[in-house]
């Protein structure tokens, strides 16, 4: 079955980088919409950036578009968020999450997956 385990949270100071890692099993990585999701506490879960399946195109939050980037090991089966010069308000659980088939920019939005894992811890520091 499909399964995604996230990895690589922790503890940053502001201005700092970290990577966050996703594990995926279940499914052939090259085919999902991908996306990368992160929940701050008392705010609704958002999408961070995505990779629409109907076309390999990324998709990002604007605001954060300088900052993160997804990348892709097939081979491993592993998908990567790398996020640079962090900031405070970046504090959240980050999510990864799947699905086969979503269109576009709606890989943004967290209603069209069907498949997620467990979240990791990001805090950043001021």
């Known amino acids: 079955q499909v399964q995604l385990v996230e990895s690589g949270g922790g503890l940053v100071q502001s201005g700092g980088s970290l990577r966050l890692s996703c594990a995926a099993s279940g499914f052939n990585l090259d085919t999902y919409a991908i996306g990368w999701f992160r929940q701050a506490p008392g705010k609704e879960r958002e999408g961070v950036i995505c990779r629409s399946s109907s076309d390999g195109n990324i998709f990002y939050d604007w605001s954060d578009r300088d900052r993160f980037i997804i990348s892709f090991d097939s081979r491993k089966s592993m998908v990567y968020l790398q996020m640079n010069d962090l900031k405070p308000e970046d504090t959240a659980v980050y999510y990864c999450?799947?699905?086969?088939?979503?269109?576009?920019?709606?890989?943004?939005?967290?209603?069209?997956?069907?498949?997620w894992g467990q979240g990791t811890q990001v805090t950043v520091s001021s």
């Open positions: 999450a799947a699905d086969a088939s979503i269109a576009g920019s709606s890989c943004l939005q967290e209603g069209w997956y069907d498949y």
